[in-house]
């Protein structure tokens, strides 16, 4: 794990993010772009939406050009009966990248948009420069409770309480003061009270009919009563050829920080670096920490380049032990992961 040196982030006006809207098979999405210069693609997690990038936007766009969608069911977009897989999301940006005549990314994802990035990575590698996956959803099985109760009977329907006006605002309220309690205290261990704010922040965000139950969609889409049910472990070994960046709050109270060492072990040559005073949205917490880990990222390694046969030889080969870096504990530990979670798909 490395340690990257901090610097504080001062207001930048002069990049400020523009938000426009792209149709895309008869559906709207919204987009916020900003700067110019190499593209990064910033993918946010589940129920959220491209404000959640807002603080960091303006300082990575000092450099490149920085695009934040907002998924299809997720904050301004439209939010259809549609495809709401990990697979569906990666299309959809595929598809926005070719409108806005992008050709290559560095794809940076957090949460549920960390599996939609880098199952973005998997299908369209051509596209791919390098890849960032932020507390990460779908490296193993183990999810807090809270995101389990997405399957079970009746859920969605208690969720609809935050269409009842006042609520949203109330739920917002709350999560603020019980974060700000949490961080005063000093509580140090990994809880969901520290990202209690953005959580609230994300449920209230769902208060009309049709992105309820896009959200709920989303969810059962990767997450039944037994815990993620996709994995990224079991085609990371494609990612050898491309320069791989991990970043985890050690707080993390949804996706704990045991997943990010899963993932450094599984991907060959990534990086990680732990951030000990964040929980599940690290470039929140810490955000000045946040951008220099992702510039530093950047500028110290080559884009990839894609070579469709040595691709096509990667597949062939398929996943050996030797890919997997540590111990044989650590290997185990891999292995077991990928199995805990075939196993919960079935």
């Not at 549920?112 to 507390?135: D, H, N």
């Not at 269409?163 to 261990?189: F, M, N």
Request: net charge neutral; with cysteine; aromatic share 6%.
């Amino acid at each position: 794990m490395g340690t990257t040196p901090t610097r504080p982030l001062h207001a930048v006006t002069e990049v400020e993010p523009r938000l426009t809207f792209r149709t895309i098979h008869g559906y709207r999405r919204a987009v916020r772009i900003a700067g110019s210069g190499p593209a990064i693609l910033l993918v946010h997690g589940i129920g959220d939406n491209s404000e959640t990038w807002r603080g960091i936007i303006p300082h990575l766009a000092r450099n490149h050009t920085v695009i934040a969608p907002d998924l299809l069911g997720h904050g301004r977009s439209d939010k259809p009966r549609a495809d709401y897989s990990v697979a569906g999301f990666a299309n959809g940006l595929r598809d926005l990248l070719a409108v806005l005549d992008i050709d290559r990314v560095t794809v940076i994802g957090h949460s549920l948009g960390g599996g939609v990035a880098s199952q973005f990575t998997y299908q369209f590698p051509e596209l791919v420069e390098r890849l960032v996956l932020v507390c990460a959803g779908g490296v193993s099985r183990e999810v807090h409770p809270v995101l389990r109760l997405g399957a079970v009977p009746g859920f969605a329907l208690g969720l609809r309480v935050v269409q009842v006006p006042g609520v949203p605002a109330a739920l917002e309220s709350t999560g603020r003061q019980i974060s700000a309690l949490c961080r005063a205290s000093g509580y140090s261990r990994p809880s969901v009270l520290h990202d209690a704010a953005d959580g609230m922040r994300v449920v209230a965000g769902h208060s009309d009919a049709t992105g309820h139950r896009a959200f709920i969609k989303t969810l059962r889409a990767v997450v039944d009563w037994r815990g993620q049910a996709v994995t990224i472990l079991d085609r990371s070994y494609l990612y050898e050829h491309i320069p791989v960046q991990i970043v985890w709050g050690e707080r993390d109270g949804l996706l704990p920080v045991a997943h990010a060492h899963l993932a450094h072990s599984a991907i060959p040559d990534s990086r990680l670096e732990i951030f000990s005073e964040s929980a599940h949205f690290p470039f929140h917490d810490e955000p000045d920490r946040f951008v220099a880990t992702v510039q530093n990222f950047i500028a110290t390694t080559q884009p990839a380049a894609f070579d469709r046969q040595r691709w096509r030889h990667t597949l062939e080969s398929g996943l050996r032990t030797t890919d997997i870096s540590g111990s044989p504990a650590d290997r185990l530990a891999v292995l077991d992961a990928i199995d805990a979670t075939e196993r919960s798909a079935t």
